[in-house]
Nanobody, 111 residues
Framework: VQLKESGGGLVQVGGSLRLSCKVS????????TRWFHQAPGKARELVAS????????DYADSVKGRFTISRDKDKNTVYLQMTSLKPEDTGVYLC?????WGQGTQVTVSS
């Protein structure tokens, strides 16, 4: 499985971004696709996950009500819709399935 993230950028506090994770290859069901956040100088943190099949989503407390994870099966893409962004959301966002990781996409929230 190969994963490629996109959609990061610079946004003001309170703004929104949608991250994409394009998935290529095959994974046996059931499995999770996860989004992690790595802030500068901090450990990698799981922020959201979605199951396949079923599409059940789960979130870290820090992003509940602000972030939404979803999957487009036809496009083999998992999204992370991020709203009401805060400076502490700044960092690299990485997509993960099993032992496969993408290279990450940078999100910077400026105040």
């Amino acid at each position: 499985v190969q994963l490629k993230e996109s959609g990061g950028g610079l946004v003001q506090v309170g703004g929104s971004l949608r991250l994409s994770c394009k998935v290529s290859g095959f994974t046996f069901n059931p499995y999770y696709t996860r989004w992690f956040h790595q802030a500068p100088g901090k450990a990698r943190e799981l922020v959201a996950s979605i199951t396949s099949p079923g599409g059940s989503a789960d979130y870290a407390d820090s992003v509940k009500g602000r972030f939404t994870i979803s999957r487009d099966k036809d496009k083999n893409t998992v999204y992370l819709q991020m709203t009401s962004l805060k400076p502490e959301d700044t960092g690299v966002y990485l997509c993960n399935e099993g032992t496969s990781w993408g290279q990450g996409t940078q999100v910077t929230v400026s105040s």
